[in-house]
């Protein structure tokens, strides 16, 4: 028998299959070439032998979020760090080696996103019930997801690039008076330009993003997503990042592990609703791709080694957005102390962006093991909140970043000397920073 199928086919553990009968898997493209060689043909089958197929997507993918975290942790940390230093400098003419990464009128911009361990627990809530929504009536939903994913990535693509495309192009500026209202409007044609590219890559992706290489653009639009939002969000303190992360360990670990236990199918639901309805394929892992719309909100990258199924259909390594910015918000808020308290080589950051990188390989090789899908949080939030835990304890100051407050002021680097961080019992909390009255940097 023969079976013409774009994808796995999954035979139910208690059918039983006489070992004289074979069942042959082939994709629809297959099937148009035989049928283009006539009748008359002679067809073996080929069994792929078991084994071990080590899969290169995964060193793309972990290069792709690493590297998503640590440019969108260093960013939002320079930023933060400007904002609560009461910097009003223009970005644009400064000579600071940083003002690049900044936003041209930092004084007027929030400082950080003010969260409760209420609003985090309704947040989970709302995260719950949009993912049960998503596997009820995914087939309508779906469409809403990459609406708002082509909006979302094409701002992130201008807002990401805008910094560095105002520095390297040429300033060309046209200005309309309106004499009746005494107004001035100025259109930058770079803006118009850049504005321009990023539409187009998002315009793109929604149009072609059946075909085979759509990965490439749903990727860089991924990371230039990913980016913007670890820039934007800023954590308060060491106590809200670790709540959030400890609640969304549990919430990956129970629709990843225990809902197969609930569904007909015997399969999660995060899988169901990351693969696009279809099983076998993974949450941080391996999976297969058909011509059924998916969920733009994951890294997508094929397989790049040799697996004797490739022939059969089309497989793709996925990792989700929330196990870049979970974590990616720790990262960021880790930078930003590092900044604040002057810590010798950046400890926090840059062993929290190790414990980060570590964590997303014990990911892979429980993949690899198990061979089945992987919620990448329950191995990157131990790695990256026990880190910045023991970092913290060894250096006295857990208790001072676990109540952190951006109203403090920041000292400035004439109090720090030989890299040791300035002590918080000499910060003036009277300072207000909306109003720019901070120290200046």
């Not at 974590?327 to 808020?333: D, E, M, T, W």
């Amino acid at each position: 028998m023969i079976i013409v199928t774009p994808r796995a086919l999954r035979i139910l553990s208690n059918v039983t299959i006489p070992s004289d009968f074979q069942i042959v898997l082939i994709n629809p493209s297959t099937k148009e070439a035989i049928n283009k060689l006539g009748n008359n043909l002679k067809i073996s089958a080929y069994s792929p032998p078991e084994g071990v197929y080590f899969d290169g997507s995964l060193l793309l993918i972990f290069a792709l979020a690493v590297g998503s975290v640590a440019i969108g942790s260093f960013w939002s940390g320079i930023v933060r760090y400007h904002l609560v230093s009461g910097s009003s400098m223009d970005a644009t003419s400064s000579a600071d080696r940083s003002s690049m990464y900044l936003p041209r009128k930092l004084s007027k911009e929030e400082v950080s996103v003010s969260l409760t361990p209420m609003m985090i627990v309704v947040f989970v809530f709302c995260m719950v019930n949009m993912l049960l929504l998503l596997y009820w009536f995914f087939d309508y939903l779906v469409y809403v997801i990459i609406g708002l994913f082509a909006f979302a990535s094409a701002t992130a693509v201008y807002q990401c690039l805008e910094p560095l495309f105002m520095k390297i192009t040429p300033k060309c500026v046209w200005s309309y008076n309106e004499s009746a209202n005494r107004r001035s409007i100025v259109f930058r044609l770079n803006q118009i330009v850049l504005f321009t590219i990023a539409c187009s890559l998002s315009v793109v992706w929604v149009v072609y993003r059946k075909e085979s290489w759509a990965w490439i653009l749903q990727d860089i639009l991924g990371v230039a997503f990913s980016i913007n939002m670890l820039r934007l969000i800023r954590l308060p303190n060491f106590k809200i990042c670790t709540i959030l992360l400890v609640v969304l360990f549990f919430y990956d670990i129970f629709f990843v592990f225990i809902t197969p236990f609930f569904t007909k199918n015997g399969e999660s639901i995060m899988v169901e609703v990351a693969s696009g309805g279809h099983s076998d394929s993974s949450v941080g892992g391996s999976g297969k791709i058909s011509e059924d719309e998916q969920l733009p909100m994951l890294l997508r990258v094929p397989h790049l080694g040799y697996h004797p199924f490739d022939a059969c259909y089309t497989r793709h390594s996925l990792l989700g957005f929330g196990d870049i910015l979970v974590p990616g918000l720790l990262v960021s808020f880790c930078h930003y102390i590092d900044l604040k308290m002057k810590t010798p080589f950046k400890i926090y950051w840059v062993s929290t962006l190790a414990a980060y990188a570590l964590g997303l390989i014990t990911t892979f090789v429980a993949l690899f093991v198990m061979d089945m899908a992987q919620p990448a949080l329950l191995y990157l939030v131990p790695f990256t909140v026990i880190t910045v835990a023991i970092i913290a304890l060894c250096r006295g100051e857990l208790k001072l970043i676990w109540k952190e407050n951006d109203t403090n002021k920041i000292s400035s680097s004439d109090d720090s000397t030989d890299g040791v961080s300035p002590s918080y019992g000499t910060v003036d909390t009277s300072v207000d920073v909306e109003q720019g009255q901070a120290g200046n940097h």
